[in-house]
Each structure stands twice: as C-alpha cells, then as structure tokens.
C-alpha cells in the first residue's frame, strides 16, 4: 500500500511544538520619502500614496551590507531572550535578496555574529519566506527538539530596483527581523512570546513570473557585460494584486480551519506589508474589523520576507499584542508563494 495513501498514520503523527521569541528588528537610518522618490523616478507622492499607502521606505546606505542589518536584528533578539551565541545550533535566513548567490547569507550573518559552526542556509520563498521558514523550523524542531534556531528574515531590495519602471520601483524597501525558534518556551520575565498553533503553506508555480528578482544565473554573462531589464524586480502590478488578494483570504481560512479555529478567534490580523489596498480588500473579504488589522506598510514599503517581522515590532510598540491574544499572520510573494500561520501570544 501506499504509505502517503494512509492518511490515518500520517495525522496521528504528533505535532511538534515550536516557540518564538526575541523579535529583534533593525531597518536602515536612510528614510527615503515619496518626495524623494519624485528626483529618482518619474512619480508623485499623491500616485504612490493613494494607490499603495506607502510614504517612507528605509533604503541601504552605499557601505552598508543586507547582513549588518540581520546582524542589528540577531543582536537584539540575542539581548532581549539573555540566550548565549554558543547556544545557537541553527542560522536559517529568509530571504529573495541574497548577497551572493553562494555562500548564503546565513553563513555571512553567523559569521559577523560569530558564530562559527552551525548549520546554516538560506530560503527562497520571496515575501512569504517568514512564513516558510516557520515551517521548516518546526521540522528541524522536531527532528531535535534541543536545537535553538536563529531565524532571520532580510531583503535589501533598494539594491534591484530599476528606477525606469515607475510602477515598482517605489514599492519597496529594506529591512530585517529575527527571532530565537524553540521546542520549549523561553520563559523570559516581561518579554511575550509566542507559540505556533497552526501553519499552511502553498504555491502555484505556474505565475512564477510575474514577479522575478533578476540577478541570477538565468542569463549568461560575460566580464564587462551591462546588466538588463531583468536584472531588477520586475512585477506584472495588477495580476500580482489579483492573486495575492485571493490567496491570502483563502490561505487564512484554511489555517483557522486546520485548528477548528474562525475568524471571530483572531484578536489580531497581520499580513504581508505590501500595499495597503491589498490589505484592506484582504481584512474586508475576511470580515474582519479595520481595528483587528495591523497596518505599517506606510512607515516601509514592501520589504518582502521582513515586512511580518517588521509589522509584529511594531505591534508590540503599539501595545497591540498581549498575552493571551491570537494572532493570524498571512504573507504571499514571488513564487507564487503563500502562506499563513496563527502565533498564541
Ligand atoms: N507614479 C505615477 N504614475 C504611475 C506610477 C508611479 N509610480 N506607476 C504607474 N503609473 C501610471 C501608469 O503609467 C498608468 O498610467 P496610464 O494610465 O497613463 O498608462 C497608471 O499609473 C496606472 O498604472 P497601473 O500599473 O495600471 O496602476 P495600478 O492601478 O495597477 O497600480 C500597482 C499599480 C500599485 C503596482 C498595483 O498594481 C499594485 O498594487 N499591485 C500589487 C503589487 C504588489 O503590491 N505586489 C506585492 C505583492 S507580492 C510581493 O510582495 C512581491
């Protein structure tokens, strides 16, 4: 018999337990406004203001590297839960923007850190890289139940856009976030933690490119070529807005329904920052009331696998978690890639 066919065996596998905590952050100094926008691009704050609720974005400084700003992040998650650097056993990274096509950021980032030995890779699944490294630490988690998992989600998208291509290139923005990833909680005194009570993830690989992130291996070079078109982030806007609408809807239903959970269970809703149209259509469809939806796309643009990490920072901030609550966080991206999972706080 097919052992996938026997579905009996596979749900009575038991569910391995993963906690977060930490939740360091770190964004470049450099804000570029809207108004800054219009000496780089042929653009109006009024255009990217009603059509995407963007009016800052942090972009990297020249000399400043993705990894210095995973690096801020891992710290000050390093700080908050007390854990020592030699407990860490694992550096995963999200991310769509790697520095280099290999190594992987994970290895520049725990050496910066120094953390010498650890495994160490990176995860491609664009704007919903926070999400599926939730997954693939929850395996890891459970395959060890000891390890301690640095996960760091980091883009430095401002290093492909092309400045011709108006319609994308004020979308988005750079910017890190990290957290310590656990099979047993951390129990630190005043700092809230969370655990995952359920996740789904999913893709249709047959949109991959609508949106791309160019820069890769696709296209053979020669020393002293100029880069093309393809070379930066390019998006197909108005396809990309339609699926993403209808994916995270879905994709959130299916992981409260996984838990026999509904959507009246959320105490707070946090989904991928891309555009504030996208999110209100999304928080509309879902039922949900404006005030159960977090929205800061407009302090950072889109910055892709970091903008959940970024958006549960700033809740904190805000006083908008607190233990006891739910919240259902939900990302789509480049792939198509989506996914969603629910954090009791
Ligand atoms: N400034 C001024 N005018 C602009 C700009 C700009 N930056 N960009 C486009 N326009 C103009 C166009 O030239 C066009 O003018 P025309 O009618 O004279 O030809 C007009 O505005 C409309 O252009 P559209 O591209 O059709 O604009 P649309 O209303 O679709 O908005 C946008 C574009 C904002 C990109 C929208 O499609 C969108 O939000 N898509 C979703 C993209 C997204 O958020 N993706 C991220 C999710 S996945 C991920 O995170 C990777």
């Not at 906690?19 to 770190?26: H, K, Q, V």
């Not at 060890?144 to 108006?166: F, H, M």
């Amino acid at each position: 018999m097919d052992a996938l066919a026997d579905s009996s065996t596979l749900s009575a596998l038991p569910s391995p337990s993963l906690y977060l905590s930490g939740f360091g952050t770190c964004v470049p100094e450099k804000v570029v406004t809207n108004f800054d926008m219009e000496r780089l691009t042929d653009t109006n704050d009024e255009w990217i203001t009603t059509r995407t609720g963007i009016r800052n974005r942090h972009f990297l400084a020249a000399d400043e590297q993705p990894s210095d700003l995973a690096v801020r992040a891992a710290q000050q998650t390093l700080a908050n839960t007390g854990v020592p650097l030699e407990r860490i056993t694992h550096t995963i990274v999200a991310t769509c923007t790697p520095e280099y096509l290999s190594p992987s950021t994970a290895c520049v980032v725990a050496q910066k850190l120094g953390l010498r030995h650890c495994v160490a890779f990176d995860i491609n699944a664009a704007c919903t890289g926070f999400v599926y490294a939730l997954n693939v630490c929850q395996a890891f988690l459970c395959a060890d139940p000891q390890a301690c998992i640095l996960l760091v989600t980091v883009e430095g998208l401002s290093r492909r856009l092309n400045w011709k291509d108006r319609s994308t290139c004020v979308l988005f923005g750079d910017g890190a976030g990290a957290s310590l990833a656990t099979a047993q909680p951390l129990n630190i005194p005043g700092h809230l933690s969370a655990k995952l009570q359920s996740i789904q993830c999913s893709s249709d690989t047959e949109c991959w490119d609508l949106i791309c992130v160019g820069g890769g291996t696709h296209e053979a070079h020669v020393l002293g070529d100029s880069v093309s078109e393809t070379f930066f982030v390019t998006m197909q806007g108005r396809e990309v807005f339609k699926h993403a609408v209808r994916a995270l809807v879905s994709i959130s239903l299916e992981v409260l329904n996984k838990e026999g959970l509904s959507v009246e269970d959320v105490d707070l809703f946090i989904p991928h920052q891309a555009n504030l149209r996208i999110i209100e259509a999304v928080g509309s469809r879902l039922g949900l009331p404006a005030d159960k939806v977090f929205v800061n796309v407009g302090n950072y643009g889109n910055t892709s696998a970091s903008s959940i990490p970024l958006a549960m920072a700033d809740a904190f901030k805000q006083g908008r978690i607190k233990p006891g609550m739910k919240v259902l966080v939900a990302s789509f991206g480049s792939g198509f890639t989506w996914g969603a999972a629910v954090l009791q706080f």
